[in-house]
Structures are given as C-alpha cells and as structure tokens.
C-alpha cells in the first residue's frame, strides 16, 4: 500500500466500511508524467498546484452534518443540527439534537410544533453532544418527534452554516397527505409554511374509450373534460378486465390521459360507460410546481388532496 510521509494511506476518502480519511500530508505539488506510448494528446510532462487538506478538529459526522461546509477546508459550520425534542421549564428550555455547539454560540431555532419554542438570536447557555440548552422563559411542554432545525443566527450562506438557502420543489401529486408533508419537509420547507387547503370535490368521470396496442401496457382512456394531470393517482371500474384497477395518470389531452397496465394485449373499447375517480386523499395539485430550484427554504407551499369520492 503506498503511503504518505505519516503513514497514511494516500488517499483523500476512503469509502465503505472505511472511515473518511483527509490526507493532509501531500506534496504542494504533484506531477503528471506524460509522452509516452499510448498516452494520446500529452506533449509534456505537466505539474499541477495541489492545496492540503485542512480537516482541523472536525470530524466525519461534522463535515457530512455541515454540508460540507467551506470543502477543502472543513470550516466549522455552527447550525445545521435537527431538534428532535424540546422542553421548558420556565427558565430553561432544553433542545435534544446531536449537535457541536458550544456555550456563547447564538443561533436561530425554526420548525418546531410549539411556537414559543422557535427562538431567535438564541445564545446557548450549555451544550454536549446530545442536547443544548438556551435561558428563556418558554413553558409549551415536552414536545417529541421533531425536526425543528438549528441554524448558527449570522449565517448568510450555506457555508456558513444556514444549511440549504433554497429548495429544490419535490413531486407530491398522487402522495397521500401524510406522505406529501413529509417529503416537503425533507426538502427543505418548515412545517408552519406548508398549508393543505380544502379537498377538491372528486366528482366520479365517465370512461368511453380504451385503446392499448400489442406489446405495451401503455392504455389510453376517453374521458371528456376529465380534469387530471400527469400524477395524479385514479381508480378505474367497469371498463374492462384488463385495465380495472388505481394507477398512476399521464395527461394527455383534457379528454384523454394513460395508465399503465399489467396487460399487454391489444385493447380497442369504444361505446364505453366505465367510471373513473381520483383516489380520495391523494394529492391533485401543489401551488409549486415540482422541480422548481431556487425556492427560498422561508417559502409557503399549499396541497391540496382529492375529497372523498362523489
């Protein structure tokens, strides 16, 4: 195994069961040796400028916790931490999060279930690995099964510890409510900027036509103005063996939209008086789209679920 002058192996990560390894021993710079058989387009031998690691004290749970925060450099990035529980006392109110902060240290707290619990500008007065605590008269109680965020109070960027400024919208159509929360808060959103609006009417359409050519499950169905789109989760009746059954829509036209059937066979229904309903509780639209990057993490974003079949 080749290693540097502290003994290290001469690598800068080591994946697997191997614990990430900076190697902060490399040469300032390292050379290229080009020009032989088989080496095409290299005319000399080059060297290339090669900064050290500077890992610092940090370690793997801290740059992975920090987003990676200042890479090469490992810059220690206050925040970024989860609440999970919360309580006060009057006085005190004690945070469980694994965290590396340190008394003195002021830092933001959002996104807790109980208000009074979300501080800012928060210095925090003791602090271990498990929890940290801040003086403040909040009394809400113990509250459990958070994901509150922590985030240092002068942060501007990510690297400096605010986590992801922006969100990048996830696809929630077709989700259950519950589902479709949770995925918006694994983006990035706060749970007090997520609003779910009141259910959709979810009037039963009329299916007048399947079509499906050989070899492909791909199935169209006839439904005049039958309000759908691409996600949004339908269950199909009396059309036909073949296609009854909940899938997942693609919008095709405002008359016409495909599922995806197990069948394969060739399918050509006309005359049809088939039913088809949105599947009561799924998500029928979010008010942004998916896919939407630079959306702020302090953005709102409402879903609206499909209401119980009419």
């Known amino acids: 195994m080749s290693v540097d002058s502290s003994g290290r192996q001469k690598v800068d990560f080591a994946w697997g069961n191997v ?110 690995q498990q929890q940290f605590t801040v003086t403040n008269s909040a009394n809400g109680g113990l509250i459990t099964g958070q994901r509150g965020k922590v985030e240092a109070a002068d942060a501007l960027t990510s690297y400096d510890g605010v986590g992801s400024g922006n969100i990048i919208v996830p696809n929630v159509l077709g989700d259950t409510t519950a589902v479709a929360i949770d995925k918006l808060r694994d983006a990035g959103y706060e749970l007090a900027n997520i609003t779910t609006a009141t259910a959709a009417t979810n009037a039963a359409g009329v299916v007048t036509a399947a079509s499906r050519t050989a070899g492909s499950g791909v199935t169209t169905i006839t439904d005049a103005s039958h309000g759908f789109v691409t996600g949004n989760r339908v269950t199909l009746s009396s059309v036909d063996a073949s296609v009854n059954g909940t899938y997942t829509v693609t919008r095709l036209t405002d008359n016409t939209f495909t599922v995806t059937t197990t069948a394969t066979t060739v399918l050509a229904l006309t005359g049809l008086t088939g039913a088809v309903v949105a599947v009561a509780g799924t998500i029928k639209s979010q008010s942004t789209a998916a896919g939407a990057a630079n959306t702020a993490t302090t953005a709102t974003i409402t879903i609206t679920p499909w209401a119980a079949a009419s």
Do not use: C
Not at 96 to 118: D, H
């Open 19 to 128: 614990p990430m390894a900076p190697n902060d021993d490399r040469a300032a710079t390292i050379t290229n040796i080009g020009g032989s058989t088989g080496d095409y387009g290299w005319s000399q031998t080059t060297q290339v400028a090669s900064a050290r690691l500077v890992p610092g004290s940090l370690n793997n749970h801290q740059n992975v916790e920090s987003g990676w925060a200042g890479y090469p450099d490992f810059l220690k990035a206050e925040g970024n931490y989860i609440v999970t529980e919360a309580s006060g006392n009057g006085t005190t109110v004690t945070y469980k999060s694994f965290n590396f902060l340190a008394p003195g240290e002021v830092v933001n707290i959002t996104g807790l279930s109980v208000g009074s619990y979300n501080l800012s500008n928060a210095t925090v007065a003791t602090a271990n």
